[in-house]
């Protein structure tokens, strides 16, 4: 068998990129003459933008650190032993870029046993361990507390999680099996599946006190001062630490059962994290923290060489790094500054776009529309959204007032615009309508102001034809709704100049959005695939393959809502205009539904009634559709809809919609909220063998967004 020094030495040279984590030792007399004590201090040497992670060197750090601590506690020069971090990070998990190098199912069980094995040590050590979580704590940082004998929280730490199965993996330092045991397996589940799956949800410190992960919860400002005192009084034995009995009966099980369902609903069997962690919890119930570590091992070991975390890790890399420095974005010193903007219409999208732009640039934003009643309402809806803010303590007194004072609404678009930097539009999708506002506004505005548009499918250059300055003219087209959805496709029609181009990159920036480049192209990114995927359910279905078996079709893909239920948050009439716009630009490949064309006419809201909870064909559109006697099975679906969509995004590269497939699976994650799993779609299209089978090769080279060869 192999030591763990010798394990980690071994990992670690896989990964001669790792950003090492230090383990200072200092001792000094703990308050209240309750003994001298040994506090680790994790820190990577850097500030906190750079939070501190664990790979293997950082591992054998803190085993080298506890050999000095365990010999001064089996010698009783030491009462206790204190874990830490640096300021405002506890530490953030394993370093995933270490995790992508590895290539063999042998260097992946070494990662898993050495945290294992260097972390059991704090649990046995002949004094007892404390954990103070001081800042954000995330994978592998919360479970290096799990094995501590008490933990105390900061008031302020902000993020406190694990992560792992959102990204594809399962807590494999001991989180599955510890943290039941230590909250009961239902409050375990909630942390480790259902907040991984909502969208890596975040824990604050009060939140991880009142779950019961932290003893005691102290204020941010002496944080460690105040758990030194409270760790005094735990070892001279005057504050006594009961937990409550954790129930190992019937409430177990039914935390796992509730666990799978959150998992089929999220992801619907379709990436493994989640149930392999479900599997590792049902099976701590009896205890056994050993088989609980050895579970871990071997469950991390086979997720790290599967594909489905390397397309979690690729998607992570996406919106953490590519969403934040876009491919293509001019110098942003050609920026101009933006002191008001302006927004065309008062509808609820242009309100939604008006409190977006109040809330981050906090400068003047007038409203116009084309009469007083919809200006009031949409300045109405804005000072609700600023009182609910309020209401939730999210703002004070004086920033809500000083919100509401900056947003205005005026008839006069010569009296609105005359000074706006900035002005966007959000009226009805017709290009003669946005041609004639984009005129008003030109003869009004300055000459240096942005004239951005919102639209989802029409030509921004087209849109620009007609004016004396199409330069100026900018697509900044968000999605649905404004305040969840990061992505903002940012579209350069064939006149728009850097300045203006560089000017809506930085005011992306700054309403902290994901902004992707994208060419002129009919509906752009997101609605083009969408509209392929989408047409292609439509098109089997009017052939005449049921509605339940075409929306049962793509289930395995786990995405966020079925294909029709999502034609239903659009809106069925929106989809059409989509459909028939795309139509126009590509009649061989997208087409018109006569059936979604009635269910247009005759007014349907959708496909589905919700009277008994879940949703089901409505009858009146059941009558309405006419199909043909073609049936398709599941599988024959999901072919058809998958190959659309990769000869689909096959075209849009060969065209430089984008520049290269990454940013089309960054668009679908951050306008569509498509899976990490999936890695937005071109690694699943590769690893499932349908780009070589539509288009002859694969749209990532091997070893992005999968196992190095």
Same mark, same amino acid.
């Given at each position: 068998?192999?030591?763990?020094?010798?394990?980690?030495?071994?990992?670690?040279?896989?990964?001669?990129?790792?950003?090492?984590?230090?383990?200072?030792?200092?001792?000094?007399?703990?308050?209240?003459?309750?003994?001298?004590?040994?506090?680790?201090?994790?820190?990577?040497?850097?500030?906190?933008?750079?939070?501190?992670?664990?790979?293997?060197?950082?591992?054998?750090?803190?085993?080298?650190?506890?050999?000095?601590?365990?010999?001064?506690?089996?010698?009783?020069?030491?009462?206790?032993?204190?874990?830490?971090?640096?300021?405002?990070?506890?530490?953030?998990?394993?370093?995933?870029?270490?995790?992508?190098?590895?290539?063999?199912?042998?260097?992946?069980?070494?990662?898993?046993?050495?945290?294992?094995?260097?972390?059991?040590?704090?649990?046995?050590?002949?004094?007892?361990?404390?954990?103070?979580?001081?800042?954000?704590?995330?994978?592998?940082?919360?479970?290096?507390?799990?094995?501590?004998?008490?933990?105390?929280?900061?008031?302020?730490?902000?993020?406190?999680?694990?992560?792992?199965?959102?990204?594809?993996?399962?807590?494999?330092?001991?989180?599955?099996?510890?943290?039941?045991?230590?909250?009961?397996?239902?409050?375990?589940?909630?942390?480790?599946?259902?907040?991984?799956?909502?969208?890596?949800?975040?824990?604050?410190?009060?939140?991880?006190?009142?779950?019961?992960?932290?003893?005691?919860?102290?204020?941010?400002?002496?944080?460690?001062?105040?758990?030194?005192?409270?760790?005094?009084?735990?070892?001279?034995?005057?504050?006594?630490?009961?937990?409550?009995?954790?129930?190992?009966?019937?409430?177990?099980?039914?935390?796992?059962?509730?666990?799978?369902?959150?998992?089929?609903?999220?992801?619907?069997?379709?990436?493994?994290?989640?149930?392999?962690?479900?599997?590792?919890?049902?099976?701590?119930?009896?205890?056994?923290?050993?088989?609980?570590?050895?579970?871990?091992?071997?469950?991390?070991?086979?997720?790290?060489?599967?594909?489905?975390?390397?397309?979690?890790?690729?998607?992570?890399?996406?919106?953490?790094?590519?969403?934040?420095?876009?491919?293509?974005?001019?110098?942003?010193?050609?920026?101009?500054?933006?002191?008001?903007?302006?927004?065309?219409?008062?509808?609820?999208?242009?309100?939604?776009?008006?409190?977006?732009?109040?809330?981050?640039?906090?400068?003047?934003?007038?409203?116009?529309?084309?009469?007083?009643?919809?200006?009031?309402?949409?300045?109405?809806?804005?000072?609700?959204?600023?009182?609910?803010?309020?209401?939730?303590?999210?703002?004070?007194?004086?920033?809500?007032?000083?919100?509401?004072?900056?947003?205005?609404?005026?008839?006069?678009?010569?009296?609105?615009?005359?000074?706006?930097?900035?002005?966007?539009?959000?009226?009805?999708?017709?290009?003669?309508?946005?041609?004639?506002?984009?005129?008003?506004?030109?003869?009004?505005?300055?000459?240096?102001?942005?004239?951005?548009?919102?639209?989802?499918?029409?030509?921004?250059?087209?849109?620009?034809?007609?004016?004396?300055?199409?330069?100026?003219?900018?697509?900044?087209?968000?999605?649905?709704?404004?305040?969840?959805?990061?992505?903002?496709?940012?579209?350069? &029609?064939?006149?728009?100049?850097?300045?203006?181009?560089?000017?809506?990159?930085?005011?992306?920036?700054?309403?902290?959005?994901?902004?992707?480049?994208?060419?002129?192209?009919?509906?752009?990114?997101?609605?083009?695939?969408?509209?392929?995927?989408?047409?292609?359910?439509?098109?089997?279905?009017?052939?005449?393959?049921?509605?339940?078996?075409?929306?049962?079709?793509?289930?395995?893909? &786990?995405?966020?809502?079925?294909?029709?239920?999502?034609?239903?948050?659009?809106?069925?009439?929106?989809?059409?205009?989509?459909?028939?716009?795309?139509?126009?630009?590509?009649?061989?490949?997208?087409?018109?539904?006569?059936?979604?064309?009635?269910?247009?006419?005759?007014?349907?809201?959708?496909?589905?009634?919700?009277?008994?909870?879940?949703?089901?064909?409505?009858?009146?559109?059941?009558?309405?559709?006419?199909?043909?006697?073609?049936?398709?099975?599941?599988?024959?679906?999901?072919?058809?809809?998958?190959?659309?969509?990769?000869?689909?995004?096959?075209?849009?590269?060969?065209?430089?919609?984008?520049?290269?497939?990454?940013?089309?699976?960054?668009?679908?994650?951050?306008?569509?909220?498509?899976?990490?799993?999936?890695?937005?779609?071109?690694?699943?299209?590769?690893?499932?063998?349908?780009?070589?089978?539509?288009?002859?090769?694969?749209?990532?080279?091997?070893?992005?967004?999968?196992?190095?060869?």
């Amino acid at each position: 068998m192999s030591t763990t020094a010798e394990l980690l030495k071994g990992a670690a040279e896989l990964f001669p990129g790792e950003v090492v984590t230090q383990a200072h030792v200092r001792h000094f007399d703990l308050p209240l003459g309750a003994g001298r004590f040994a506090l680790i201090t994790l820190d990577n040497g850097h500030d906190h933008t750079k939070p501190t992670t664990l790979g293997p060197q950082s591992l054998a750090n803190i085993d080298a650190a506890l050999d000095r601590v365990e010999k001064e506690a089996a010698d009783g020069e030491i009462v206790g032993v204190g874990v830490t971090g640096k300021p405002f990070i506890f530490a953030v998990g394993a370093d995933l870029k270490g995790v992508e190098l590895l290539k063999r199912h042998e260097d992946a069980l070494a990662i898993g046993k050495g945290g294992h094995d260097v972390f059991k040590r704090l649990s046995k050590l002949a004094v007892p361990t404390f954990a103070y979580y001081n800042g954000a704590a995330m994978g592998g940082g919360v479970e290096i507390g799990l094995h501590c004998t008490y933990r105390t929280v900061s008031a302020a730490l902000p993020a406190f999680s694990l992560p792992e199965v959102f990204l594809g993996l399962v807590p494999g330092w001991g989180g599955c099996t510890l943290l039941p045991n230590l909250i009961g397996a239902d409050k375990a589940v909630s942390v480790i599946i259902e907040n991984s799956l909502n969208q890596n949800k975040q824990l604050k410190g009060k939140q991880v006190f009142e779950l019961g992960i932290a003893d005691a919860i102290f204020e941010g400002a002496d944080f460690l001062e105040q758990s030194l005192i409270w760790t005094a009084s735990v070892l001279k034995g005057e504050i006594e630490i009961e937990r409550p009995a954790i129930d190992r009966g019937e409430a177990w099980d039914q935390a796992v059962e509730r666990g799978r369902f959150v998992a089929d609903s999220k992801v619907h069997g379709a990436a493994p994290a989640a149930y392999r962690a479900l599997d590792i919890i049902a099976a701590a119930k009896n205890g056994d923290l050993q088989q609980g570590y050895d579970a871990e091992d071997q469950a991390l070991a086979d997720l790290i060489m599967g594909g489905e975390l390397r397309a979690g890790i690729y998607a992570f890399n996406l919106v953490q790094k590519r969403g934040k420095r876009p491919a293509g974005a001019p110098d942003k010193s050609l920026a101009r500054p933006v002191t008001k903007v302006g927004v065309v219409g008062a509808g609820l999208m242009a309100s939604q776009l008006a409190l977006l732009f109040l809330r981050r640039l906090e400068v003047p934003v007038v409203l116009t529309d084309i009469d007083q009643e919809r200006i009031d309402k949409g300045v109405g809806y804005v000072h609700a959204e600023i009182d609910k803010l309020l209401g939730k303590g999210r703002i004070n007194q004086d920033k809500a007032n000083r919100l509401k004072a900056l947003v205005t609404g005026v008839l006069d678009k010569a009296e609105g615009f005359a000074d706006a930097d900035f002005v966007i539009e959000a009226v009805f999708e017709e290009m003669g309508v946005k041609q004639q506002v984009f005129a008003e506004v030109e003869a009004v505005a300055p000459a240096h102001a942005i004239l951005a548009t919102n639209t989802s499918s029409l030509s921004v250059t087209e849109m620009a034809s007609k004016l004396k300055h199409p330069e100026r003219v900018v697509g900044f087209h968000f999605f649905n709704p404004v305040a969840v959805l990061p992505l903002l496709e940012i579209v350069r &029609g064939e006149r728009t100049d850097d300045a203006s181009l560089a000017t809506a990159f930085g005011v992306a920036k700054k309403l902290k959005k994901t902004a992707v480049l994208v060419k002129d192209a009919p509906a752009f990114v997101v609605n083009r695939i969408l509209t392929r995927f989408m047409g292609e359910i439509q098109n089997v279905i009017d052939e005449g393959t049921p509605v339940e078996t075409a929306e049962k079709a793509v289930e395995p893909l &786990g995405l966020p809502m079925s294909p029709l239920v999502l034609l239903e948050l659009v809106g069925p009439a929106i989809g059409l205009h989509v459909s028939e716009t795309l139509h126009g630009a590509f009649p061989d490949r997208f087409t018109v539904s006569p059936n979604l064309k009635a269910v247009v006419e005759a007014g349907k809201r959708g496909f589905y009634v919700y009277d008994s909870g879940k949703p089901e064909l409505d009858p009146e559109v059941a009558a309405l559709l006419k199909q043909g006697d073609t049936v398709l099975t599941e599988e024959q679906v999901r072919a058809r809809v998958l190959d659309a969509v990769a000869q689909e995004i096959g075209l849009m590269l060969d065209e430089g919609v984008v520049a290269e497939a990454q940013d089309i699976d960054l668009c679908l994650i951050t306008g569509a909220g498509w899976p990490f799993h999936l890695g937005g779609i071109t690694p699943y299209l590769d690893r499932e063998g349908v780009s070589e089978r539509v288009n002859g090769k694969r749209f990532l080279a091997p070893g992005v967004a999968s196992v190095p060869a």
